[in-house]
């Protein structure tokens, strides 16, 4: 496997290590803190960078796929997870019961099913790949299938009700909760995909 450094490496590893961190922070508080979504939601971020990691900075075109299919994974699930912790942090856990966690899982499901098979039958996740030659290293460039934007405004979504509904419940006197919202809206926001779309 050919292997070239490039300068997004050490930003997205600190950001990997840093996503682990929360995760164990947040596991070892769960019960105070109510944030076992937000454990496997950090564990879900730290895996996707190290995808991007690999995608980033390997020049083979098959290890480059597989790259990508594999953090399809965390892609389908960060959004549903997420907006579980919102609502877990926010004390609305009467809306993650097992019908509606059901329904928010049918969505990350579907993608999972069709990205792994993207390539066999259709192109609904993403189509038209192409391998650039980039300044440091080699660049899959990718266009969104239809399904790959309908998960996208989904994300979108689920994003922006879960911050929506946490934001009112944290509280105004309490410093560090506020500082632990901070990371965890930044650690939602931090891992963006650099492949460019194909017009």
Request: glycine share 6%; proline share 5%.
């Amino acid at each position: 496997m050919a292997w070239s450094y490039t300068p997004w490496t050490v930003p997205l590893l600190v950001a990997a290590v840093l996503a682990a961190a929360l995760a164990l922070l947040s596991w070892e508080r769960r019960s105070a803190l109510r944030t076992v979504h937000l454990t496997t939601f950090m564990l879900g971020v730290c895996f996707w960078l190290l995808m991007q990691i690999l995608e980033i900075n390997t020049a083979s075109l098959p290890i480059k796929l597989l790259a990508i299919k594999l953090q399809y994974i965390p892609v389908a699930l960060l959004p549903t997870l997420w907006f579980a912790f919102c609502m877990e942090y926010g004390g609305r856990v009467q809306g993650l019961m097992r019908r509606n966690l059901a329904l928010l899982l049918l969505e990350p499901a579907i993608g999972l099913a069709l990205a792994s098979t993207n390539d066999i039958f259709h192109s609904l996740v993403w189509r038209n790949m192409a391998l650039e030659m980039g300044h440091s290293a080699p660049v899959l460039l990718t266009q969104l299938g239809y399904w790959g934007l309908f998960h996208l405004l989904y994300a979108l979504a689920m994003t922006g009700i879960g911050t929506a509904r946490l934001v009112p419940s944290t509280p105004a006197t309490c410093q560090w909760k506020r500082i632990f919202l901070a990371l965890a809206m930044i650690a939602a926001i931090w891992p963006k995909s650099r492949r460019r779309c194909i017009s």
